[in-house]
């Protein structure tokens, strides 16, 4: 029986639930995998708050750097689930490493801007630094792109990584709710909070699961930079019933490929046709898709946050270090990393969907069009739908495919029009 020391920094939904799956699967660890896991020492930030296990039972460290010698035992495995993009939690995991100390962690923050630092010092000291919890929460995406489709070439990856966005448009679309109304129960409810809100509903979440997804898939330097972001502020509920009429979905795409050689990296809402998979991944479900050269398809969709779903993927790293695995953090060595620049998006052609409100009266449809006819941009459809407001009247156009900054320049020139009453709608369709 191999024995495993592990200490664990952070004990909120997932801390909690991790030491709780720990000690309800002692027996199940112990048959299938020969293996004993003690858990040397805990720390977060307070003591007494009522948990879903007995913290009397193991010995307490207010201070997280530490655990990192408990009784003059360093642990084989250091668990950093604090989630600071930087300060306390850098420093426990950088300490970590180079005390030649395994680290597993969930914070996506921290490794899209730190982690090609990290792993770089991590593979000086022979130790693995596995973040499987950090994208998708129970979906098993990084241990699929390290090693069960190690041989395929990754055309693209895309899909849904954050579970706040998607039950928020989910919500409007099922209740016919406002974004505010929907904000608000989702921070009720415990989807967000109010510092969190903004790295979720802005996009920087998924943006910062997209950052590793990029490197693994493409052996890509870890640049946070190269993300293109766009949250989900401006969706109303006029555009996703709009789009619904038209048979899609608006979700929050984060989607990865390489172009000319350059990382395209963007999170964005997008159109979903409404019967594909991932236009019925809801509530909080998080959904991605993975083409590569040998696999038209790699669908994979589950539960992408919560205290148990990403515990087991914390386990699956402690598991993962404690069989010895010869493979690296990354699948591959950071010395192998590429930098690539970044793709110039605006040269990119989709479908676009355009919601104008304007008012109601002759001529405003005619002079609209005549914009699109004069810079040659192909409409696919029309939508005049009358409403409550008896002085204006909300207008639905889909284009064909066209480059974005042809399509931008148009529509700037419309929003200045006289006739034009709120922000113009642009969203890309997905096809």
Same mark, same amino acid.
């Given at each position: 029986?191999?024995? @495993? ?6 004990? %909120?939904?997932? %801390? ?16 299938? *995998? ?11 930030? +307070?003591?007494?708050? /009522? ?20 009784? !003059? ?9 604090? !989630? ?44 693995? &630094? ?18 069960? @489709? ?8 895309? !899909? ?48 910062? /699961? ?8 493409? $052996? *890509?330097?870890?640049?946070?930079? =190269? ?18 009429? =038209?048979?899609?979905?608006?979700? =929050? ?27 019925? *991944? ?24 919560? %205290? ?10 402690? &598991? #993962? ?9 990354? %699948?591959?060595?950071?010395? /192998?990393?590429?930098?690539? #620049?970044?793709?110039?998006?605006? +040269? ?30 192909? @409409? ?11 002085? $204006? ?12 900054? #042809? ?17 113009? $709608? ?6």
């Amino acid at each position: 029986m191999k024995n @495993i020391n592990l200490c664990i920094a952070g004990l %909120g939904n997932v %801390g909690s639930a991790l030491v709780d799956l720990i000690e309800k699967n002692t027996e199940l660890v112990n048959f299938k *995998a020969d293996l004993n896991i003690n858990i040397l020492g805990l720390s977060a930030k +307070n003591k007494n708050k /009522k948990r879903i296990f007995d913290v009397s039972k193991y010995k307490w460290f207010q201070n997280p750097l530490d655990l990192l010698s408990v009784d !003059g035992l360093a642990p084989d495995i250091l668990v950093e689930l604090i !989630g600071y993009e930087k300060d306390i939690s850098y420093e426990l995991v950088k300490s970590a490493i180079k005390n030649k100390i395994n680290v597993v962690t969930g914070n996506k923050a921290m490794l899209a801007k730190y982690g090609q630092e990290l792993f770089k010092i991590a593979e000086e000291n022979k130790v693995l &630094l596995l973040f499987e919890a950090a994208v998708a929460g129970g979906i098993p995406v990084i241990k699929t792109l390290k090693n069960i @489709i190690f041989s395929n070439k990754i055309k693209k990856i895309s !899909g849904i990584l954050n579970g706040t966005t998607n039950y928020i448009l989910t919500t409007m679309e099922l209740e016919n709710k406002s974004f505010g109304d929907v904000l608000n129960d989702a921070k009720q409810k415990g989807f967000t909070s109010d510092h969190e809100s903004e790295l979720d509903i802005g996009g920087y979440d998924a943006a910062h /699961k997209l950052t590793l997804l990029t490197s693994l898939a493409y $052996s *890509a330097q870890i640049d946070f930079n =190269l993300n293109q972001i766009e949250g989900i502020y401006n969706i109303t509920i006029e555009d996703i019933n709009f789009v619904k009429k =038209l048979g899609y979905k608006i979700k =929050l795409i984060s989607e990865c490929s390489l172009i000319e050689n350059k990382i395209y990296a963007s999170t964005k809402p997008k159109l979903i046709p409404i019967n594909s998979p991932m236009a019925n *991944a809801n509530g909080a479900l998080n959904a991605i898709n993975i083409e590569t050269d040998h696999l038209e398809s790699l669908y994979l969709e589950g539960e992408g946050a919560g %205290g148990p779903p990403t515990a087991s993927s914390v386990f699956s790293d402690i &598991l #993962e270090i404690s069989s010895k695995s010869l493979t690296k953090s990354l %699948g591959f060595s950071y010395s /192998k990393l590429i930098k690539f #620049e970044k793709f110039n998006s605006s +040269n990119l052609e989709s479908k676009y969907f355009l919601r104008v409100r304007v008012k109601d009266q002759p001529g405003v449809l005619s002079k609209i069009t005549s914009y699109f006819n004069d810079n040659n941009i192909s @409409i696919e459809k029309i939508l005049q739908i009358p409403d409550n407001d008896s002085k $204006s009247m909300p207008i639905v156009i889909t284009t064909h495919k066209i480059k974005s900054s #042809e399509l931008l320049s148009s529509v700037k020139k419309i929003a200045d029009l006289e006739f034009i009453l709120d922000k113009i $709608s642009l969203i890309p369709i997905e096809y």
